[in-house]
């Protein structure tokens, strides 16, 4: 049986209080709840066996005019749902966007997590990287903790065959 990556009980916790406060509306501005360019949103996605959507937290990544969302805690379901879907919806209180999510290749994704990284991202330290780590350890992280690139659906404009 393949293993399957969850996150620490401690993270399945507080994700329930950050759902509840992302639904409220709250921005969750301070220690902990938001990280210098890290706002924190509901992504919303199908799941790839019951199709009901399924709800997580998570800090989306902003970087030259896009928008990332990556998982520190390796390939969990929400992530295996959104490769399977290809589009979620990003909620923060009472304002909802579709956007569809395109993984990164291990090259594009290295790069980006590099940037981010020597930006002082704080979630880093889940990724097993470091601002001093080479270029092959960003690729070595990306490939058991991937990126997804956030587009407005109309934006993306991939014909359906390269799916």
Partial sequence: MAKT???????RVANVLTTTLLRSGFKLVGPGMVF???PMYLLTVRGRKSGLPRTVPVAIIKRNGKRYVGSPYGIVDWVRNLRAAGEATLTRGRRSETVNARELPTGEAA???REDVKDGNPFARSFGVTAD???????????SHPLFVLQPPLAQGRPQAER
């Fill in 5 to 11: 990556n969850k996150a620490p009980r401690y993270v």
């Fill in 111 to 113: 790069l980006v997590l």
């Fill in 133 to 143: 780590s080479s270029l092959e350890e960003f690729e070595q992280a990306v490939v």
């Fill in 36 to 38: 210098g360019n890290y």
